[in-house]
């Protein structure tokens, strides 16, 4: 029987640097396994993180290397089931991902191109994405809902 | 391939991988079924690498086995359209020696 998760926040603050991107990921899967995820959301939201925090890396620009990353993991419940949120705070260029339109690969080989796979798998992942600037700050929140199996 | 396939696996294995998977004509299947993480910097790195492997007259497929986190990654991004995608190793094989098949 799966445990109802207990709905509070864990916190973190990392620096922008992909050697950082790991301990993200063990406090991620460590934080959400103590908040009672399901391991399913727990693999998305590891990935969804990577990506998100990659990509700051590679396009937030200068005043994302100065500053630290903070990370927030919580759990609350939804209609019929629960939510885990995941927080994302930098002081990159302001860059709203929920408004990229993309799509999946197709066509030929040749033709294809790898930009921006690493958003279209968290838009793909997450049920809801917002984003906001919030004293210089930008603020992702990304939700995954799931129903406990009794 | 093994292991975590995020920013510094990929940094690990992307010279040897392209070095010798995408630098001549012939057929090259990726196992994927070791990987415990893929993320989009390890998808272009294979993406890459098909590329050139095609331009030099090879051609790549990819081996998932039982592994559903990789599989819903490649779903996801769908990855099937442009590289063969197989669950099967004797199905990949049989796609790399007979590709008109």
């Known amino acids: 029987m799966t445990i109802a998760p207990r709905p509070c926040a864990l916190c973190l603050e990392i620096d922008p640097d992909p050697q950082e991107f790991r301990r993200a990921s063990n406090w991620l899967r460590a934080g959400g396994a103590s908040l009672g995820v399901s391991d399913e959301q727990i693999d998305r939201l590891e990935l969804c993180l990577n990506e998100l925090l990659a990509n700051l890396v590679e396009h937030g620009g200068d005043a994302v290397a100065s500053h630290p990353i903070q990370l927030e993991l919580g759990v609350s419940p939804v209609p019929n089931g629960f939510g885990v949120q995941l927080v994302v705070c930098d002081r990159g260029e302001p860059f709203d991902s929920g408004q990229t339109d993309l799509k999946p690969l197709s066509g030929s080989l040749e033709q294809a191109s790898p930009g921006g796979l690493g958003l279209l798998l968290v838009k793909t992942f997450c049920d809801e994405l917002h984003y906001r600037v919030l004293e210089e700050r930008n603020e992702l929140r990304i939700t995954m809902q799931w129903t406990p199996r009794s | ?101």
Not at chain 2, 4 to 20: N, Q, Y
Not at chain 2, 33 to 62: E, P, Q, Y
């Open chain 2, 1 to 101: 391939m093994g292991g975590r396939l995020d920013m510094i696996g990929v940094g690990d294995i992307e010279l040897p991988f392209t070095a010798l998977a995408a630098t001549r004509p012939i057929a090259v299947l990726v196992d994927l079924t070791g990987v415990s993480f893929l993320a989009s910097v390890g998808l272009r790195c294979i993406i890459r690498s098909a590329k050139a492997l095609d331009l030099k007259g090879g051609r790549m497929a990819l081996l998932v086995g039982d592994n559903p986190l990789v599989s819903s990654t490649l779903d996801a991004v769908g990855i099937g359209e442009i590289i063969p995608t197989f669950s099967d190793e004797n199905a990949a094989l049989d796609s790399l020696r007979n590709p008109q098949a």
